[in-house]
């Protein structure tokens, strides 16, 4: 009886379905869009650009994975989930360019929040991004929604 309980120990348990690397993104992205728990059109619409220029979506597409995202994200408790996703197949500068969107994500309503923040520095770190580079994408996605572009 005894050996037949361990057994149920030692059988391998199923891992959970793994995330595409676009919902792992969309959801990352979506993370910050909801870190200072007020929605913006414009956060949206931030989210919207990065996605449709990280993986060439078009709006049907892009909205369709933010939809599965979104369900990904209500039932997921951490990030761990997402960025590892990201770390098996992204590049040094693909995952550059994904936290250069989670900053225009979070500028995108001209108003950083301390709570949007500190989601980017915790995905960056969790990506292992460099903090130069994490420093680098902040400030051109500050400086390009200061200027307008």
Same mark, same amino acid.
């Given at each position: 009886?005894?050996?037949?309980?361990?057994?149920?120990?030692?059988?391998?348990?199923?891992?959970?379905?793994?995330?595409?690397?676009?919902?792992?993104?969309?959801?990352?992205?979506?993370?910050?869009?909801?870190?200072?728990?007020? !929605?913006?059109?414009?956060?949206?619409?931030?989210?919207?650009?990065?996605?449709?220029?990280?993986?060439?979506?078009?709006?049907?597409?892009?909205?369709?994975?933010?939809?599965?995202?979104?369900?990904?994200?209500?039932?997921?408790?951490? !990030?761990?989930?997402?960025?590892?996703?990201?770390?098996?197949?992204?590049?040094?500068?693909?995952?550059?360019?994904?936290?250069?969107?989670?900053?225009?994500?979070?500028?995108?309503?001209?108003?950083?929040?301390?709570?949007?923040?500190?989601?980017?520095?915790?995905?960056?770190?969790?990506?292992?991004?460099?903090?130069?580079?994490?420093?680098?994408?902040?400030?051109?996605?500050?400086?390009?929604?200061?200027?307008?572009?």
């Amino acid at each position: 009886m005894i050996e037949r309980l361990l057994s149920l120990f030692r059988e391998p348990q199923e891992e959970r379905n793994e995330h595409t690397i676009e919902v792992a993104c969309a959801a990352l992205l979506a993370e910050i869009m909801h870190a200072d728990h007020t !929605l913006e059109k414009e956060e949206v619409q931030a989210l919207r650009d990065v996605l449709g220029r990280l993986f060439r979506l078009s709006m049907e597409e892009t909205d369709a994975l933010l939809q599965s995202a979104s369900l990904q994200v209500r039932q997921s408790n951490d !990030l761990f989930q997402f960025t590892k996703v990201v770390n098996e197949a992204f590049s040094a500068e693909e995952k550059y360019r994904l936290i250069y969107g989670l900053w225009q994500v979070a500028y995108s309503d001209s108003q950083l929040d301390k709570y949007e923040e500190h989601m980017v520095r915790k995905v960056a770190d969790l990506l292992y991004v460099p903090h130069s580079d994490f420093i680098r994408a902040r400030n051109e996605a500050r400086d390009r929604k200061s200027s307008g572009v």
